[in-house]
């Protein structure tokens, strides 16, 4: 089968074409899927979601005209990213997904956005059970499979965890996104004590962001303070997937989202993963940040189950959490 993948929960504007034969999964590489992205670059602060809304109008049609040009073939099914995101956004793509799909006379797939971050790395590594360990701009959580739903192991408190960062940078006046700024700025620093916010499973980012701020703003090296924000940020969410795993009895952790590109936290998982014997996985940079690829691969996942949407039934949902999806695709794997 061949899946139309549409993402646009906020700053990516992509579509993506996927192969996909259920009986022989190919492995992904770098043509399949097939994935091009229109990106929305703020022209100062963060994203703002009505200017992210028009570049996803603007954007939309290019991207998706690129991926059926390089469709070999008919397209079987069209998926789309229901939610978590944006509102303004996810109603666009979710127009354009319910046009294409009648215009094609093909089936519609809704897709949990935080769900595809998941099950990209879950396809790639060929992990039966993983934990999963979600990092990206606007979320970030724990999320481990028990009896047909990704349950949330822990979770933030408050913002996402790329949020949180960028919020940061924007007080230093740094262009959106902040986390690449950081990492680089990072290299050159040392540490300064930080509030380390860990409350059972879950974690918060407010109190440490309001630190670092009035850290830089004391005059403390903005090297210094990157430094030590990774170095807390990062040491919070292993010690949590580290727990997530020893509470599953998992021996396997993927790392999902657009925070996953970066280099200090995938060395302290995969630290964490190789002291207790587990595996890691963090896939391709090109499948951690937002990406239509993830949706064409869970969409062609869930049609392959029987699993698409009337378009009564496909409305978009900016609060759809990982854990109300019902995973009819691993309905034949062990528990
Ligand atoms: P979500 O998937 O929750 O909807 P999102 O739409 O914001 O989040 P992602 O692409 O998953 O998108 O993540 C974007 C975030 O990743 C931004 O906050 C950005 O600063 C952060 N980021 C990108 N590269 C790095 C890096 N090297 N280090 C840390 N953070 C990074």
């Known amino acids: 089968m061949r899946i139309l993948g549409i993402e646009g929960t906020a700053w990516a504007a992509s579509a993506a074409v996927f192969e996909y034969d259920p009986d022989d999964p190919a492995p992904l590489d770098a043509d399949q899927p097939f994935i091009e992205t229109d ?184 090297e210094d303070v990157c430094f030590s924000l990774q170095e807390t940020i990062f040491a919070m969410l292993t010690e949590v997937a580290e727990r997530a795993l020893s509470l599953t009895g998992s021996d396997e952790l993927v790392l999902g989202g657009g925070v996953g590109q970066n280099e200090r936290l995938r060395e302290m998982l995969s630290t964490m993963c190789a002291d207790r014997g587990a595996e890691f996985y963090a896939p391709d940079p090109r499948y951690l940040r937002d990406n239509a690829g993830m949706i064409a691969v869970l969409g062609a996942k869930m049609l392959a189950a029987g699993d698409s949407l009337t378009i009564e039934e496909s409305a978009v949902d900016p609060n759809f959490r990982p854990d109300e999806v019902d995973v009819t695709w691993r309905a034949d794997e062990a528990s």
Not at 189 to 201: A, I, N, R, T
């Open 39 to 222: 990106a929305y670059q703020p022209e100062s602060g963060g994203i703002h979601p009505r200017e992210a809304a028009e570049h996803m109008g603007e954007a939309i049609p290019a991207v998706v005209e690129s991926a059926l040009d390089a469709a070999d073939g008919p397209i079987d099914a069209v998926a789309f990213s229901r939610g978590p995101g944006l509102g303004p956004c996810l109603r666009i793509v979710g127009t354009a997904a319910r046009a294409l799909a009648g215009t094609l006379d093909v089936p519609l797939v809704g897709v949990n956005h935080m769900v595809a971050h998941l099950e990209i790395g879950r396809y790639g590594s060929g992990f039966d059970s993983p934990v999963c360990l979600n990092a990206s701009g606007a979320n970030a959580h724990l999320l481990g499979y028990h009896d047909g739903r990704y349950r949330v192991l822990g979770e933030t408190m408050d913002t996402g965890v790329g949020n949180a960062i960028d919020k940061f940078t924007r007080h230093v006046g740094w262009s959106h996104p902040g986390g690449p700024k950081v990492e680089e700025a990072a290299k050159d620093g040392e540490y300064v004590d930080l509030p380390y916010v860990v409350k059972g499973m879950d974690f918060s980012f407010s109190g440490l962001m309001s630190a670092a701020k009035a850290e830089y703003d004391e005059g403390t090296p903005v």
